[in-house]
Structures are given as C-alpha cells and as structure tokens.
C-alpha cells in the first residue's frame, strides 16, 4: 500500500466528498455494466445522500472509514456492520468497499477491509459478473454460498450474489 495513504473514521464534515469519492468508484467499477446516463447522475442527489448520512452517523455510531492521501484527497472508503437480512450467514457484513482505479492493487482495498471488519467473520454482497471484485473478496477468504438477490431496473437485471468467510486467524493477505 502507498505509505502516503492514511485510514481513519470519516469526518462529519467530510461526508459530501466522501460520496463523490463513493460515486467516482461507481464510476470506474461499473463502467460498461449500468448506463452511462445512472453513471452521470450519481452527483445529482449528492445533497440528499449526505443528510442521509449525517443522521445516520448519529443514529448508529457506525462510522465508515476511508483512506486519505497526503493533499487530504479521499481516495478510498469501506463500510461495514451488522449483517443485514432474515437468517444473515454470519453477523458482519461489509456493506461497501470502494477505491478510485489508480489506487487498484496497492493493497489499500484489503487495509481499508481489515479496518471495517477486522478478522471477524463476514458477508458481502457483489455484483454477479464483477470478476475483479470477486477475485478481490476470495484473497480476503470470501466464497459465494449459492444467495442471489436480483437488483432494480437500473441494474439491468442483473444480480448480487453473497460471499461468506469464516472468521480469520490473521490478516487475509
């Protein structure tokens, strides 16, 4: 990972350039996958999207992290919690791991990861067909279990399907 790149809580006040930072990965992890008229617009409710935050952040305690580079740029954000759904595979999940495309490969997916979710064990939810985000999940010890949920419309129809890992002894990487 770049030594110039710090993890920590997102800041209150830092949460509209978080989700522009959040739709920026959208962006290049979606591309070609949703219409470039969805990808345009993410900015559009970003307003909307912040008091959203903003009252959760009170509401929950639960805080995402996000990687900072050495001008202060966000250039990476995780979240995670407790499982959601009816009968969840673990108690963890990893709601949202994303990092702009020049950071790829670093290993700053993987450390904002053991920031939000530590060694316990979790699930996630992916885009089916997202080959680098799955590949990205089994280096962290995430498989599919077989769940599928289908998306909205503007998902195209397509679906996410689950991973699950067992709890880590050490750090997946």
Same mark, same amino acid.
């Given at each position: 990972?770049n030594a ?6 997102? @800041?209150?006040?830092?949460? !509209?350039?978080?989700? @522009?930072?959040?739709?920026q990965?959208?962006r $290049? ?6 219409s !470039? !008229? ?6 559009d409710?970003?307003?909307? $999207?912040?008091? &959203? ?5 009170? &509401? +929950?305690?639960?805080?995402p ?6 001008d202060? &740029? ?8 407790? +499982?959601r759904?009816?009968?969840?595979p673990?108690d963890?999940?990893?709601f949202m ?11 700053l997916g ?17 885009l089916d067909?997202n080959? @680098? ?12 279990d077989?769940?599928k949920? $289908?998306?909205s419309?503007?998902?195209n129809?397509?679906?996410?399907? @689950?991973m699950?890992?067992?709890?880590m002894?050490?750090? &997946?990487?």
């Amino acid at each position: 990972m770049n030594a110039m790149v710090t993890i920590r809580p997102l @800041r209150i006040h830092e949460i !509209e350039a978080a989700l @522009r930072m959040k739709n920026q990965g959208w962006r $290049q992890a979606y591309r070609g996958k949703l219409s !470039e !008229e969805i990808l345009a617009g993410l900015d559009d409710s970003i307003e909307a $999207q912040a008091e &959203a935050w903003r009252m959760g952040f009170d &509401a +929950t305690g639960v805080v995402p992290f996000v990687a900072v580079d050495d001008d202060g &740029a966000i250039v990476g954000i995780a979240g995670g919690g407790a +499982t959601r759904g009816d009968n969840p595979p673990t108690d963890v999940e990893l709601f949202m791991i994303y990092v702009l495309e020049e950071h790829y490969g670093t290993g700053l997916g993987q450390a904002l990861a053991d920031a939000v979710i530590g060694n316990a064990a979790a699930c996630v939810w992916v885009l089916d067909g997202n080959e @680098r985000a799955i590949a990205f999940y089994r280096k962290l010890g995430f498989e599919p279990d077989g769940a599928k949920e $289908q998306l909205s419309e503007r998902w195209n129809g397509l679906n996410d399907i @689950r991973m699950v890992r067992p709890a880590m002894s050490a750090p &997946a990487h």
